[in-house]
């Protein structure tokens, strides 16, 4: 029940307490997922597990080949959603999610659904079983080739099978979750499959790109170049979002370290200057080696130099509908091509849709892009290309607390032939510089974005977004923060301002906004900071943060379940080290978003992040994704080796294994409810 006015169902469960480092051991006290009294956490479906038919079980020594791990689920699971079968209850969801309430599935059964999971990125150490060939890689730090190491057409396919998206069907049976290995649903996207590309960008010069045969055993440039509508794959899938229409969106972020540019320079493409090309690999980050995955040395497909139009095709968001399994998926160029982290919908009351995205880097921006055309909520084929026509915009916020969101649209605001923008696709394909022409403010790295139900009387269109952290920011005053069109997040160091008021934000914050006239057209917003993080223990000032109840930092999953409470998840490097001291492990926090109070509701295992999530309709189970348990170590050294999730009663010992983790109470009651 949510009482009325209040937009929010309480918090019914207890803190639990960090999960620190252990002096003695210098290890984190628990390598185990831990949640309140009252609650169980289960391993659901890991690394390597057999999704659908003819799917070998995954083998603890790693030495399965790219054919198995297509067919088995990806590694370092990210962002992910729930579709719930039959297929019929998707429409019962639409209308769920309208009114952003669970309140008329309470009494349903809904036991089958489909998780749709996001493989972010793999960890090579531990993928292949002769795991040292590469020094190990983050999601943001650059793996290093060792003395004697091989990369090898094999294991890139394999690296390669590895990313994605996984759809796994699962079920409960009495009170056990588990998935289908033999699923007709089941299904691997990954980071070769075939996808269109659609909207204004389709079919653009700037999207055909050496056209390659793909094979187990290289890939074989055909002569010919692809049509501007077909990609191959799709990467670093890190934050999600879903449509009303019951489909998958997944994110591509960090895409820019699959390539590698090692001459600094490009082939001649007829019609294309050069230098615009090297201009546009620049801002996105391509660089001479990549994030060392060195996968241009047997697959010439991601070698920047000689194929510069490849990485045109990824940045994008990607549309899949799960219920279908033949069904192709689609790159929808109308969201823009950026660090895609998140994208959130609102429907408003005139049933018009915005989504809401962040683009992770430092110094990056917020955008949100809104269909041309209202939902039709009685017919979801009616719905199906509303992704593909409308208005980008990006976000400015001003210090007295309002916003404007500026149009990216050919023509308008310097968006013109001269300054490099010769097209609505060409505005889209470079949309990181779009944005810095027409003047967007540059964040402290924005991650998720979470809209707030509009239930018991909270009728706002109101929308979070964490910015994880930001080593670029210095101290000057906002009034010398007027980007040039030249910055960005390459080599920007902006001043402060009061959206993003700390310099080298270390614990990081979450903003959010409320569209003017309750409108997701609305062009101007009011916002305000939700809550700076931080450690009340700290003795810097600067990093203790304003945390009304249990303290954490660097929040990057956020997500708002249907009785408006906020969860927030984070992402910080170092187990209960330096910053990290008093914090201990990665978490997950439960926030009330009327009075800001904060609860810790889950403890991570060794060195992992804790994103993804999204429960049930009827919010009795929860799934979140435990990703790289064991980053920084090599299952050969065992003083930082994590042993999770063999450490929580699941598979072998010997490698850890980024997993979907279930979380259910005792009572049967609803997850973080009274
Ligand atoms: Fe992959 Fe920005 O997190
Ligand atoms: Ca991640
Ligand atoms: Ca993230
Ligand atoms: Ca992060």
Known sequence: PIPEGTGFGGIGFKSIPPNLNNPATGLLEKDLVSVPAGYKAEVLVAWGDPIM??????????????????????????????????????????????????????????????LCVNHEYTQEEILHPD???????????????????????????????????????????????????????????????????????AGSALLKSKKFSITPNGSVDSGTLNDGHTAYGTLNNCANGHTPWGTYLTCEENWNGYFANPTEDVVSIPGIEKSDILAGQNRYGVSTSGFGYRWHEVDPRFDASTNPLEPHLFGWVVEIDPYNPQSKP?????????????????VDDNYYVAFYMGDDERNEYIYKFVCAKPLNPQNRDANRDLLDNGILY?????????????????????????????????????????????????MDRPEWTAVRPRIGGFKEIEVYCTLTNNSRRGTEPVSSNEPDGTT???????????????????????????????????????????????????????????????????????????????????????????????????????????????????????????????????????FINIQHPGDGSQPSNPTEFSNWPHSQGYGPSGRPRSSTVVITRNDGGIIGGL
């Open 488 to 622: 960005g997040a390459g080599s920007a160091r902006p001043p402060v301002d009061a959206a993003n008021p700390r310099p080298d934000n270390r614990y990081g914050h979450i903003v959010r906004w409320r569209e003017d006239g309750r409108s997701v057209k609305a062009t101007t917003f009011r916002w305000d900071i939700f809550v700076e993080c931080g450690d009340k223990s700290n003795s810097e000032p600067n990093l203790v943060g304003n945390i009304k109840g249990d303290d954490f930092g660097a929040p990057d999953g956020l997500w708002f379940d249907d009785f408006g409470r906020l969860w927030i998840q984070t992402d910080q490097a170092g187990d209960g080290l330096g910053d990290w001291v008093n914090i201990g492990s990665n978490v997950m926090m439960c926030a009330d978003p009327n009075t800001k109070q904060i609860r810790r509701f889950l403890t991570s295992p060794t060195n992992c992040e804790v994103t993804g999530v999204v429960t049930t309709p009827d919010g009795k189970a929860m």
């Open 330 to 346: 689609v790159k929808r160029t109308a969201l823009g091509r950026f660090k895609h982290e998140s994208a959130q919908y609102v």
């Open 131 to 201: 795991g040292l060939t590469f020094t190990p890689a983050t999601e943001t730090t650059p793996a290093v080739g060792q003395p004697g190491s091989q990369v090898t057409i094999e294991k890139v396919r394999k690296s390669q099978a590895a990313h994605g998206v996984s759809v796994v069907e699962i079920f409960k049976n009495g009170n056990k979750w588990s998935f289908n290995r033999n699923s007709s649903y089941g299904r691997r996207i990954t980071g070769n499959t075939e996808i269109r590309i659609s909207g204004p960008a």
């Open 394 to 442: 990006v976000a400015k916020f001003k210090d007295n607390g309002t916003g404007e969101w500026l149009p990216l649209v050919y023509g308008q605001r310097g968006l013109t032939p001269e300054n490099g923008f010769r097209s609505q696709a060409e505005v889209l394909v470079k949309t990181r510089q779009a944005a810095d022409r027409v003047g967007a403010t540059m």
């Open 53 to 114: 038919p003819g799917a070998p079980d995954w083998l603890s020594n790693a030495s399965q080949n790219a054919a198995a791990q297509e067919k088995q689920f990806g590694m370092h699971a990210d962002g992910m959603y729930y579709f719930p079968l039959p297929q019929e209850r998707f429409i019962g969801q639409t209308l769920s999610s309208l009114r952003r309430s669970a309140r008329s599935f309470l009494n349903q059964p809904l036991n089958r659904g489909l």
